[in-house]
C-alpha cells in the first residue's frame, strides 16, 4: 500500500468563494515554516481576490463545480454550511460532557 501525495506535503488547500463561485489554491498552514506562518489559523484563512469575501477551507482534494453551474454551487455551499453546524455542535457536545464530572 502506497502513501498518498497529499499526506507527503507540496498539495495545496482549496478555498472557495460563494459568492463568486471561484476557488483558489493556498499552501497548507501546517506545511508553512514556522517564521511565515500567521499566528492564528484565522489569519490564515483567505479573502477572495474578486469579491473580498472571506473564503471557505474546502480541503484537499475538493474539485469545484464549473462557474456557471449555480445549483451545484447553491447546493455545495448548504452542505458546507450544514457540516460546519455539525461540527458546531459536536464541539458543544464535547464541551458539556467534559464539564461534567465522572464519579
Same mark, same amino acid.
Given at each position: %500500500? ?12 482549496h ?17 508553512l ?24 477551507? %474546502?480541503g ?44
Amino acid at each position: %500500500m502506497g502513501t498518498c501525495f497529499c499526506q507527503i506535503g507540496g498539495y495545496k488547500e482549496h478555498f472557495a468563494c460563494f459568492r463568486c463561485r471561484k476557488m483558489h489554491r493556498k499552501q497548507a498552514y501546517r506545511e508553512l515554516s514556522i517564521y511565515s506562518r500567521p499566528a492564528t489559523y484565522d489569519d490564515y484563512q483567505a479573502n477572495c481576490p474578486e469579491c473580498g469575501e472571506r473564503m471557505q477551507n %474546502m480541503g484537499r482534494e475538493f474539485q469545484p463545480p464549473k462557474q456557471g453551474q449555480l445549483k451545484q454551487w447553491r447546493e455545495l455551499e448548504h452542505e458546507y454550511w450544514q457540516r460546519c453546524r455539525e461540527a458546531a455542535l459536536r464541539r458543544h457536545r464535547y464541551k458539556i460532557c467534559a464539564s461534567k464530572k465522572v464519579v
